[in-house]
């Protein structure tokens, strides 16, 4: 079975600092991770995805992850917020075994403070 | 390129009352899945079809039908609505890759039931 955890409902970062969203996974096969973001109103759109090659991975928007099969973590993070990343953003799991079904976490909604 | 396309973007119904949330997608994915997203959850899975003519059920199927006769469409069945039915609802494809490709997400319908 897959899950994933995220800490924290609501981050808020003033402009310009540093953005770190948290993501923990719990998996029973190697997973493929994922992050999504939501802007207000529109459907979800992808940010990056871990699929078992380099374990630091870059998505659009100046967003990165890093893979930690230690920690189980896959935390997202961004060095300087822009007002733009004003959003909802999810992690999600899916197991590594050819199903296709993903599993979302509960979302961190983030704000940014001018 | 239209992608994943949701019909209703919005709908209120009364309680008792049926509908069709309809999903069509155009870039011959076969594997497609209904969420639902409720403030605090994340999204859940609803159900889900890795082909035509073959369906199963998410972690909340309670009270939907799906149905899947062509590789491109999708639709949701709601055939008495409740109030808990009142939430967003998204339909997502993904193209075969293992489990390593991405989602693509519709942009939603939003469902009020009074």
């Known amino acids: 079975a897959q899950s994933v955890t995220q800490l924290g409902s609501h981050v808020s970062v003033s402009e310009g600092a540093l953005v770190l969203l948290r993501c923990n996974y719990s998996?029973?096969?190697?997973?493929?991770l994922f992050w999504y973001v939501q802007y207000p109103n529109q459907g979800l759109q992808l940010l990056l995805k871990?699929?078992?090659?380099?374990?630091l991975v870059k998505g659009i928007n100046g967003f990165e992850a890093e893979f930690k099969k230690s920690e189980t973590s896959f935390h997202l993070t961004k060095p300087s917020a822009h007002m733009s990343d004003a959003a909802e953003y999810f992690c999600?799991?899916?197991?590594?075994?050819?199903?296709?079904?993903?599993?979302f976490g509960t979302g961190t909604r983030l704000t940014v403070i001018p | 390129n239209a992608g994943v396309t949701q019909t209703p973007k919005f709908q209120v119904l009364k309680t008792g009352q049926s509908m069709t949330l309809q999903c069509a997608q155009d870039?011959?994915?076969?594997?497609m899945s209904w969420y639902r997203q409720d403030p605090g959850m994340g999204l859940r899975l609803i159900h889900y079809?890795?082909?035509?003519?073959?369906?199963d059920q998410g972690e909340v199927p309670n009270g939907y039908n799906v149905s899947r006769s062509t590789t491109e469409d999708f639709p949701l069945r709601l055939l008495s609505a409740a109030p808990s039915q009142t939430s967003v609802y998204f339909c997502?494809?993904?193209?075969?890759?293992?489990?390593?490709?991405?989602?693509?997400f519709g942009q939603g319908t939003r469902l009020t039931v009074v």
């Open positions: 997502a494809s993904s193209p075969p890759g293992q489990g390593r490709t991405e989602a693509f």
């Open positions: 998996s029973s096969v190697p997973p493929y």
């Open positions: 871990y699929t078992s090659a380099a374990t």
């Open positions: 999600a799991v899916r197991g590594g075994t050819g199903a296709n079904n993903l599993f």
């Open positions: 870039m011959n994915h076969e594997y």
């Open positions: 079809s890795v082909g035509a003519g073959i369906t």
